[in-house]
């Protein structure tokens, strides 16, 4: 027998995680002499119930696995509903617990209670989850676990919330808890007949043929796959910024990044009118993926599309042929394909070999000089090729949403999958700051970096305190630009009050930094970027460095804003 409290750390441990993240509080109090008893799950306090949502989503981005967070109900809870949403846009598995009123105490008045007597907060988690339910007592605690974990890990993955009553919590269980996650490890289920006919279609209808590999290529863990069955047969590659890194952007056969950020090579290759074929692979068809989409509009490509959310193929998709099914399950058909797919493949591997080198000829990306502009204040993009040079390739990195978030997707290269790690659907501000210490959680032998801005840290720069108090090591670049850069890009065209409303004074980040306990520098010229992220990096210790950036600065977003400006809406 154990305490409901026990049961549920346990079974965390038992499914393979190794942190919790979390913010204590009177609802969740009988977890905390529980977790003293369970030494493997290392508790990491956030300074807000949303940063600890954005840990775990960071944690199982990083890990493969997925990540959980621990709060109160009600205001605890309500503080965490950006988090959740984001992770369920991007497609990523994190429990939610949060702790609730007793039973006979619902709708009597007490402080906090938010259970379905009040404010019913496990319904308003419902929209942003795959499933939220509440723990009425301990006899079916193991049942609504198993069953929250479930709902989590099959596809297509989101979060899923329990609410916790007392009763459940203090309960004495007598459930042996059976892990879940295993059962999922393996799955990749695939429409036998729809991948045997998109097979004969790139037979029959090539030799050109591209990839568009999504985040379905990291979720199905089949990135090494991927390039396996490019190589065999000279495919080119072009990923989503969602799922940047899952195909080594220095390969050969690299695209790069087709749709927000994206790169020349990329769309030459999947808008041209010389392209037969396009190999959709764990990916929706949503505005930024698809260059607002043209994609849809002016590729004449026959287009494959294959996926396990049901709902991404019918309401976002038009392609030619669609193939229910996982990226891992049919590339592994693919890989064995028989003699007559496999001949007609490789017949044109030469042809699709000429075909990518005449357009890998051309520029990669725009504005390239701007990756070493020598002048004040600095360029992004300046400060985003300085960093790479001093990264390490399997290092990870954390790109917020603002304006850096183009000139990141743009000019950073990255080499393996889950080393570039964004929130690309929703978007929150301020989401990669916390993000980050889950994912150093989650990779502690991996250098982790951060690219934010200043109106990101004003969101939750408070949670670099989370990474020193912990000693992570964690690089959080700041490019410091005075302004809500993407907004002020756009408002400041439009007269004097909309540009003040998008500027923010210029503070001192790196004083920030040290007030709470990681260390902090300051970047005025382009010239010290490089010694900067050096002496960061060797620290081995959480830095802020508060690069004065350039807010005047064109994001590298051409292509995407030119299918703005031609994009009408129609069915």
Avoid at 15 to 21: C, M, Q, S
Wanted: contains cysteine.
């Amino acid at each position: 027998m154990a305490a409901g409290t026990d049961f549920i750390l346990e079974a965390l441990l038992r499914e393979g995680l190794d942190h919790l993240f979390m913010v204590p509080g009177g609802l969740v109090d009988p977890f905390l002499p529980a977790l003293a008893r369970h030494p493997g799950l290392k508790p990491i306090v956030a300074a807000h119930e949303g940063a600890a949502a954005y840990m775990a989503d960071g944690y199982a981005r990083a890990s493969g696995r997925f990540g959980a967070a621990l709060a109160i109900g009600g205001p605890g809870l309500f503080n965490m509903a950006t988090a959740v949403a984001a992770a369920k846009t991007d497609g990523s598995p994190v429990l939610v617990l949060s702790g609730e009123v007793p039973i006979d105490m619902e709708g009597l008045g007490q402080f906090q209670d938010a259970s379905q007597a009040t404010l019913d907060d496990t319904s308003v988690m419902k929209p942003l989850t795959r499933l939220s339910a509440t723990v009425a007592s301990g006899r079916n605690l193991n049942h609504w676990l198993r069953r929250a974990l479930t709902s989590m890990l099959a596809q297509p993955s989101g979060p899923a919330h329990l609410s916790l009553t007392h009763d459940a919590l203090i309960a004495e269980i007598a459930a042996d808890y059976a892990p879940v996650s295993d059962f999922f490890a393996a799955a990749a289920p695939l429409s036998a007949t729809a991948a045997e006919a998109a097979l004969t279609l790139l037979a029959e209808r090539g030799p050109r043929i591209a990839i568009l590999a999504g985040a379905g290529v990291e979720h199905a863990s089949s990135a090494a796959l991927l390039k396996t069955v490019t190589e065999r047969w000279s495919i080119p590659v072009a990923t989503t910024l969602r799922a940047k890194g899952v195909f080594p952007e220095d390969h050969d056969l690299s695209l790069g990044v087709f749709g927000y950020a994206g790169v020349r090579h990329a769309t030459a290759a999947l808008l041209g009118s010389d392209l037969d074929i396009l190999l959709i692979l764990g990916s929706g068809l949503n505005e930024r993926d698809t260059m607002h989409w043209t994609l849809r509009q002016k590729s004449r490509a026959l287009m494959i599309h294959v996926n396990t959310d049901m709902q991404e193929l019918t309401s976002q998709s038009e392609a030619g042929h669609i193939v229910p099914g996982s990226a891992r399950a049919f590339l592994e058909l693919l890989n064995r394909a028989e003699a007559e797919t496999a001949a007609a493949l490789s017949q044109g591997a030469a042809g699709r070999r000429s075909w990518i080198d005449a357009i890998k000829a051309g520029p990669r990306l725009f504005d390239v000089e701007n990756c070493s502009r020598p002048t004040r204040p600095i360029h992004p993009a300046a400060a985003v090729a300085a960093l790479r040079a001093a990264f390490p390739r399997d290092g990870v990195l954390l790109v917020d949403s603002g304006a850096h978030r183009a000139f990141a997707g743009h000019y950073w290269s990255a080499y393996e999958p889950r080393t570039y790690i964004s929130a690309t659907n929703l978007g929150p501000m301020g989401w990669a700051i916390p993000a980050a210490v889950g994912v150093q959680c989650a990779s502690p032998g991996r250098r982790v970096a951060v690219i934010t801005g200043d109106g990101c840290m004003q969101m939750h720069g408070m949670d670099v305190q989370t990474a020193a108090r912990y000693r992570l090591p964690i690089v959080f670049v700041v490019l410091n630009n005075g302004a809500l850069g993407n907004v002020w890009l756009r408002a400041h065209q439009y007269g004097p009050l909309p540009s003040e409303l998008t500027t923010i004074p210029d503070h001192d980040w790196a004083g920030f930094a040290r007030a709470l306990g990681a260390q902090g520098m300051t970047v005025e010229d382009p010239a010290d970027l490089g010694d900067a992220f050096d002496k960061a990096l060797a620290a081995n210790a959480a830095v802020v460095i508060d690069v004065k950036a350039d807010k005047d600065c064109p994001t590298p977003v051409y292509d995407f804003s030119d299918g703005a400006r031609a994009w009408s809406y129609h069915e």
